[in-house]
């Protein structure tokens, strides 16, 4: 019936193709995107709304060590948006757990199995087109912290660093949401399951609240949360008020803490879900 | 793509099991498709079609046994596999907020093909499904026979030598699934090799060249329709009892000129029977129902169908048991966890 003979399928080296595919399924993930801008929109409504609520509600009740005294609820503003924006990158991997159910569900993983493609480029270009996604989050963040009268202190170059171990710590998250989604019966399941690890793990960290009025096991926690360490870093990176920062090894070196703990995690859950996507049949 | 050996077999299997929990969805599988040819694997749900074609297909790996296709070890080699082969599942796979084309052309780059190939073949796939118009469309906007097509159209992107359909036309309006019919037909026609599952016992008589017909896992008939039928024996006589009559009268009536059991829908009030004698047997029936005090709506006499070799082959219908173990309890496209 076709007119157009048969085709040499293309030669390369197998990690040239990983990249390859990974770059068409991310591709496809973002032209997904921007055809359902209403999900896109509500991702960026929420952080916004979070924003407004806590410089706005809990603002002025929340003193931070360290500022002064008379900045007040200005303070807390400047001490908040770092902690938004870690929250929110964390917020990243529900974004892969239900991407990679839906997939599922539709039998498009299937599909993906059944074609001659790199096996992890699938998981690759979900965690890439979720981080990607984080770019404009981020964006809008910004945008809002600087109406809201958050401000970068310390210059361009640190300004970029501290952006740039957001998306590093959101790749990370991204991955254990990958390798969460692949164990999801269906996209219902995912919806809860990919969210209710992330209000534990965003919320036992300096994120909203300085650590010094926390009991002390939960400050343990707190100390080596990695989102504690990433919105440190951002803090001292963007010039902002860091609040009290305790002698734990974390905190003292926020920078090298959160390089170090998303290389591991990425490592770890990257080898899980892969082999997971492998099995899974 | 690789040229495969005509002298071979495209698709074998051999003693092929696989096990879900304590459920045996394949048991002790055989199967030899030679090349060019069409071929049906026919049972109801639950009869293990899907779970062998997604063995076959490199989706699942056995519990034991073993398979080729186009003569290449589908657990040893899945990735040079998955170059010759093309498949439809049960559901469509493609991405329904992408469109057409773009579905088209991010499997045809998957499948390492390149770009102007892509292109190229991917306009003429539209263009011979009928869904050139739609082609800048997402998918979202098409209905399930447009779905099909594009399904379809994206497994044959590669022009792979072996093609596998599980169950088409599942789903599908009449209108729907006469159009995937013929671009089935088409298909053969080119020389591609097909091995189609259905629970459509009047789809695999009219698409396939060879039928298997498998249930609880392996296989218990095979032949062309014509075997199958002949194998089955005779014709069917089946009546259709008035509403103010008797069923068992008449089916007692029946037993008694039948060549086998005979079988009794009480719903559509429908007695079929196996029996010889051509059309002397018509007389005879209508003078025994009447001496019983029957009255009829309908009697005929027929060829056996593929309905009635699988009735006399695993003693109940095809579609009586698609209904029984009526599937989903986990939603579209994940029912592979489940027995099939």
Known sequence: MATTPAPEQMKRPMFGWLLHDGFVVTQRNLIATTRVPEVLFFSLVQPVIFVLLFAYVFGGAIPIPGADPAAGAAAYREYLMPGIFGQTVAFASAASTVGLAEDMQKGIIDRFRSLPMAASAVLFGRTASDVLRQVLVLAVLSVTGLIVGWRIHNGFIDAVCAYLLLLLFAYAVSWIGCWIGLHMPNTETANTAGLVWLFPLTFLSNAFVPLTGMPPVVQTIAEWNPVSAVVLACRELFGNPTGYISDAWPQQHPIAYTVGSCGLLILIFATLAVRKYRQSA | ?340
């Not at chain 2, 077999?9 to 055989?30: S, T």
């Not at chain 2, 073993?66 to 657990?75: C, F, K, L, P, S």
């Open chain 2, 1 to 340: 793509m690789n040229t495969p050996n005509p002298a071979g077999n495209a698709i074998v299997a051999e003693q092929l099991v696989k096990h879900f929990g304590d459920v045996k969805a394949v048991d002790g599988l055989d199967l030899t498709v030679p090349f060019g040819t069409v071929f049906g694997l026919l049972g109801p749900n639950g009869a293990g079609k899907t779970t062998t074609v997604r063995i076959l297909t490199t989706l699942l790996r056995p519990d034991s046994g073993r398979a080729t296709v186009a003569g290449i070890d589908v657990v040893k080699h899945p990735d040079e596999v998955r170059r010759v082969m093309g498949l439809t599942g049960q559901y469509s796979a493609i991405d329904e907020y992408l469109t057409g084309l773009e579905n088209l052309s991010m499997v045809g780059r998957l499948y390492h093909l390149p770009h102007g190939y892509v292109k190229e073949r991917s306009a003429e796939l539209l263009e011979r499904f009928s869904l050139a118009d739609a082609a800048d469309r997402p998918v979202r906007t098409y209905s399930g026979g447009m779905r099909r097509r594009l399904d379809l159209s994206a497994s044959l992107i590669g022009r792979p030598s072996i093609l596998f359909l599980d169950e088409p036309t599942t789903g599908l309006d009449p209108r729907s699934r006469q159009q995937m019919w013929e671009v089935i037909s088409d298909l053969v026609a080119d020389g591609t090799t097909v091995l189609l599952t259905t629970q459509y016992l009047e789809e695999a008589d009219q698409l396939a060249e060879k039928i298997v017909v498998i249930d609880r896992g392996h296989v218990i008939a095979q032949g062309t329709s014509d075997e199958l039928k002949t194998q089955v024996g005779g014709d069917r006589l089946e009546v259709v009892i008035h509403s103010g009559s008797n069923l068992d009268d008449a089916s007692t009536a029946l037993r008694a000129l039948a060549d086998g059991d005979v079988s009794l829908d009480a719903v559509t009030r429908r007695i079929t029977a196996p029996v010889s004698g051509g059309s002397t047997i018509l007389v005879e029936a209508v003078r025994a129902l009447d001496v019983a005090g029957v009255s009829l709506d309908d009697i005929s006499l027929r060829r056996p169908t593929l309905d009635d070799v699988f009735l006399s082959l695993t003693g109940h219908a095809a579609e009586e048991v698609a209904a029984d173990s009526a599937k989903p309890t986990r939603g579209r496209g994940r029912a592979r966890k489940g027995a099939e």
